[in-house]
Nanobody, 127 residues
Framework: QVQLVESGGGLVQAGGSLRLSCADS????????MGWFRQAPGKEREFVAA????????YIADSVKARFTISRDNTKNTVYLQMNSLKPEDTAVYYC????????????????????WGPGTQVTVSS
């Protein structure tokens, strides 16, 4: 069973950087496409980034494309979200998600496409 746990969130000033990590304590993530979403208070959960099982393809939301990067290390069962030039509007709870793809090139991007979620990590960007 997939057991995702996010880490790396915190309080940062505008213009700063954070790197979020998401690890699966249950088993290897190499069978999963992985994604990052975020949810600000009073708003719907929104897509941030996704990556295929191999890391060969990624997709980043337009709102963060120039500033965020998604990557993964399957040997460490971990996926990362590097966030640079953070803005106050990036403040949200960030969630890691997994979709079983059995090594297909499928790159999910919708909330409903993902079957497993972590509990989330808070990112707060002060102005």
């Amino acid at each position: 069973q997939v057991q995702l746990v996010e880490s790396g969130g915190g309080l940062v000033q505008a213009g700063g950087s954070l790197r979020l990590s998401c690890a699966d304590s249950g088993r290897t993530i190499s069978n999963y496409a992985m994604g990052w979403f975020r949810q600000a208070p009073g708003k719907e959960r929104e897509f941030v980034a996704a990556i295929t099982w191999s890391g060969g393809r990624t997709y980043i939301a337009d709102s963060v494309k120039a500033r965020f990067t998604i990557s993964r290390d399957n040997t460490k069962n971990t996926v990362y979200l590097q966030m640079n030039s953070l803005k106050p509007e990036d403040t949200a709870v960030y969630y890691c998600a997994a979709r079983t793809v059995y090594r297909s090139s499928y790159l999910p991007r919708q909330v409903a496409d993902f079957g497993s979620w972590g509990p989330g990590t808070q990112v707060t960007v002060s102005s």
